[in-house]
């Protein structure tokens, strides 16, 4: 293959080395890959990167030796060449201090190597939380034909007759034995059972947000999202997607073909009606960011009124992954959205989302996805807040919410920090009570610095020994999508720059009115203001490396915490 569509090199001699004489480079490229055993007739096709993400660190990706064979053999069967490179995997649980720090690192290792490297079409692999995002970033900057393949979620474990499955199944048990309702041996108990395979969290957290927002934006094969990580069906979406690639290399469809204004519409509609995760929320402005987009929270919340929430999955519902699966998966979801979808918008096959759903079929009984006329939630699972405490915005997840607390006036009960919350929140002497509100600072993009997954912040033990189940918190943090109560996010601006979270004291009173889409402080603005004169920021030390980096470019939630200087401008 010695050029694609646009007449440009491609193949092998895509990208050459420069060593001043072109004929040079691609003859040492060659004697170098002939090492590997390789033909000149292999080294003729279509060149398929593979982006294997696989890590002993990573059980999320267990399952990547496999899919990596079986791309590559779809690769082989359409007439590609598959090869497979390495990246940055991240998984929630194992990276410090959060995967979400690393991300815009993924995506700059993930965009560099498929520039760096010749390659006409690139399968990136990917499933635990920030994985699918790092990778859709760092393609829509290349903008080399690429297409999504998500790991699949793991099984579902059983504790004691009672189907279990990470992650709200861990912080529900861990609620419990906190208020000294599970003793050791039982809690240890439900760990042997909480993740009984390889493969994302089996809830609608934020690798199966991700996932089935993939098939959304048209950057994965219809019906991808939902086989499980240990299944021969998600082999076979491996392999469809190497053939798919081999497609693509053809055809020249790149990410700026798919990823438009439209695409991200869906996207934002399938978040709302699967009362999926905040957190993709930032990722999807990230990667709009990357194409020129910019994604509005106004029109996400205006969205949310007349969309849904029609599967009944964790934390919002009650079913898992497997259901959402054997209930026909994103190709029956996408059916009953069809009246809130721009039908036009192009996918990886090379047809339009409104063709894809008619090629699907029809749907049949099933109670994990609703219809439109009988949803679980009447609204979209997330609602956007504003006012003197959020004045670019906050968010709150409704649908896995209190209802009584969305409408809430108390004392606010401030930790500026999580070493300040560690050291507090369990000591009996605490000054709260069931109907004050916490509030967590400096838990920001900046202030953390990588923005945590500590927005949930822990019931007080005394309380949670007394039965309180549930609170109004606030941070300018994030939480998991696994994770459920009455949760306001994404405070912008952070703290540690200056926002006004930065200045709520213990006393004071805040209102959450979600009918209203209001969070405020009830204190004067002089007040404010004057706190604001007499109080240091707490912009973190990072003298050197990626932390310094980091600090100086990242930015705020409503811009995708992304690096400043990675963003595009408007298209």
Same mark, same amino acid.
């Given at each position: 293959m010695n050029d694609d569509r646009s007449g440009k090199p491609s193949g092998m001699r895509r990208g050459l080395t420069s060593y001043g004489d072109a004929r040079f480079s691609l003859f040492l490229r060659k004697a170098f890959i002939k090492g590997a055993g390789l033909t000149d007739d292999a080294l003729d096709r279509a060149v398929?990167?593979?982006?294997?993400?696989?890590?002993?660190?990573?059980?999320?990706?267990?399952?990547?030796?496999?899919?990596?064979?079986?791309?590559?053999?779809?690769?082989?069967?359409?007439?590609?060449?598959?090869?497979?490179f390495p990246t940055i995997s991240l998984h929630e649980s194992f990276a410090n201090p959060t995967s979400m720090y690393l991300r815009n690192l993924m995506s700059i290792d993930t965009e560099e190597m498929i520039r760096a490297q010749p390659m006409d079409a690139v399968v990136l692999i990917g499933g635990c939380d920030k994985t699918v995002p790092a990778q859709l970033m760092g393609a829509a900057s290349a903008d080399v034909p690429a297409i999504q393949l998500v790991t699949g979620s793991m099984l579902t474990g059983s504790h004691r007759g009672t189907r279990v499955g990470a992650c709200t199944d861990c912080r529900r048990y861990w609620a419990r034995h906190r208020a000294g309702e599970v003793d050791e041996e039982e809690i240890s108990q439900v760990n042997e059972q909480l993740v009984p395979?390889?493969?994302?969290?089996?809830?609608?957290?934020?690798? &199966? =947000?991700? !996932?089935?927002?993939?098939?959304?934006?048209?950057? %994965?094969?219809? #019906?991808? $999202?939902?086989?499980? *990580?240990?299944?021969?069906?998600?082999?076979?979406?491996?392999?469809?997607?190497?053939?798919?690639?081999?497609?693509?290399?053809?055809?020249?469809?790149?990410?700026?073909?798919?990823?438009?204004?439209?695409?991200?519409?869906?996207?934002?509609?399938?978040?709302?009606?699967?009362?999926? &995760? =905040?957190? !993709?929320?930032?990722?999807?402005?990230?990667?709009? %960011?990357?194409? #020129?987009? $910019?994604?509005?929270? *106004?029109?996400?919340?205006?969205m949310c009124a007349d969309t849904p929430v029609l599967v009944d999955l964790k934390p919002s519902g009650e079913h898992y992954m497997e259901d959402f699966d054997r209930a026909g998966g994103m190709p029956a979801l996408l059916r009953e959205l069809k009246p809130l979808l721009d039908l036009s918008t192009l996918t990886v096959t090379g047809a339009t989302l409104g063709e894809e759903i008619d090629r699907s079929g029809p749907g049949f009984p099933q109670e994990v996805i609703r219809p439109l006329a009988r949803p679980i939630y009447p609204q979209g699972g997330i609602a956007v807040l504003r006012g003197n405490l959020a004045p670019r915005g906050a968010i709150v997840k409704q649908s896995a919410a209190t209802a009584k607390l969305l409408e809430h006036e108390g004392r606010a009960v401030v930790f500026d920090g999580l070493a300040d919350l560690a050291q507090r929140i369990d000591d009996d002497?605490?000054?709260?009570?069931?109907?004050?509100?916490?509030?967590?600072?400096?838990?920001?993009?900046?202030?953390?610095?990588?923005?945590?997954?500590?927005?949930?912040?822990?019931?007080?033990?005394?309380?949670?020994?007394?039965?309180?189940?549930?609170m109004v918190r606030i941070s300018d943090g994030r939480m998991s999508g696994t994770a459920s109560g009455t949760i306001v996010l994404h405070v912008t601006p952070e703290a540690a720059i200056g926002g006004p979270l930065a200045y709520v004291r213990s006393g004071d009173r805040i209102r959450i009115s979600v009918t209203r889409r209001e969070l405020s402080l009830l204190v004067g603005d002089d007040e404010i203001a004057r706190r604001a004169r007499e109080q240091p920021l707490r912009v973190p030390d990072a003298p050197r490396g990626y932390r310094k980096l980091f600090v100086e470019h990242v930015t705020q939630a409503d811009q995708g915490v992304d690096f400043d200087f990675l963003r595009l401008g408007p298209r």
């Amino acid at each position: 293959m010695n050029d694609d569509r646009s007449g440009k090199p491609s193949g092998m001699r895509r990208g050459l080395t420069s060593y001043g004489d072109a004929r040079f480079s691609l003859f040492l490229r060659k004697a170098f890959i002939k090492g590997a055993g390789l033909t000149d007739d292999a080294l003729d096709r279509a060149v398929i990167g593979i982006a294997d993400t696989g890590s002993g660190f990573n059980p999320c990706h267990g399952n990547m030796p496999a899919l990596v064979e079986a791309v590559s053999r779809g690769v082989l069967l359409a007439g590609g060449l598959p090869v497979r490179f390495p990246t940055i995997s991240l998984h929630e649980s194992f990276a410090n201090p959060t995967s979400m720090y690393l991300r815009n690192l993924m995506s700059i290792d993930t965009e560099e190597m498929i520039r760096a490297q010749p390659m006409d079409a690139v399968v990136l692999i990917g499933g635990c939380d920030k994985t699918v995002p790092a990778q859709l970033m760092g393609a829509a900057s290349a903008d080399v034909p690429a297409i999504q393949l998500v790991t699949g979620s793991m099984l579902t474990g059983s504790h004691r007759g009672t189907r279990v499955g990470a992650c709200t199944d861990c912080r529900r048990y861990w609620a419990r034995h906190r208020a000294g309702e599970v003793d050791e041996e039982e809690i240890s108990q439900v760990n042997e059972q909480l993740v009984p395979s390889v493969g994302t969290c089996s809830v609608m957290g934020t690798a &199966s =947000t991700m !996932a089935c927002v993939v098939e959304a934006l048209g950057m %994965g094969l219809p #019906g991808s $999202a939902s086989a499980p *990580a240990v299944t021969a069906q998600r082999v076979r979406v491996a392999e469809r997607s190497g053939a798919a690639a081999v497609a693509l290399a053809r055809s020249g469809i790149t990410p700026s073909r798919i990823l438009t204004a439209g695409a991200f519409e869906n996207a934002l509609r399938v978040l709302l009606a699967i009362g999926g &995760s =905040t957190n !993709a929320i930032l990722h999807l402005t990230a990667i709009a %960011g990357r194409v #020129g987009i $910019a994604l509005d929270l *106004a029109r996400l919340d205006a969205m949310c009124a007349d969309t849904p929430v029609l599967v009944d999955l964790k934390p919002s519902g009650e079913h898992y992954m497997e259901d959402f699966d054997r209930a026909g998966g994103m190709p029956a979801l996408l059916r009953e959205l069809k009246p809130l979808l721009d039908l036009s918008t192009l996918t990886v096959t090379g047809a339009t989302l409104g063709e894809e759903i008619d090629r699907s079929g029809p749907g049949f009984p099933q109670e994990v996805i609703r219809p439109l006329a009988r949803p679980i939630y009447p609204q979209g699972g997330i609602a956007v807040l504003r006012g003197n405490l959020a004045p670019r915005g906050a968010i709150v997840k409704q649908s896995a919410a209190t209802a009584k607390l969305l409408e809430h006036e108390g004392r606010a009960v401030v930790f500026d920090g999580l070493a300040d919350l560690a050291q507090r929140i369990d000591d009996d002497a605490l000054d709260v009570n069931a109907d004050d509100i916490l509030v967590l600072q400096n838990i920001g993009p900046i202030g953390a610095p990588g923005m945590p997954e500590a927005g949930m912040l822990p019931i007080p033990r005394k309380l949670a020994r007394a039965g309180v189940r549930d609170m109004v918190r606030i941070s300018d943090g994030r939480m998991s999508g696994t994770a459920s109560g009455t949760i306001v996010l994404h405070v912008t601006p952070e703290a540690a720059i200056g926002g006004p979270l930065a200045y709520v004291r213990s006393g004071d009173r805040i209102r959450i009115s979600v009918t209203r889409r209001e969070l405020s402080l009830l204190v004067g603005d002089d007040e404010i203001a004057r706190r604001a004169r007499e109080q240091p920021l707490r912009v973190p030390d990072a003298p050197r490396g990626y932390r310094k980096l980091f600090v100086e470019h990242v930015t705020q939630a409503d811009q995708g915490v992304d690096f400043d200087f990675l963003r595009l401008g408007p298209r």
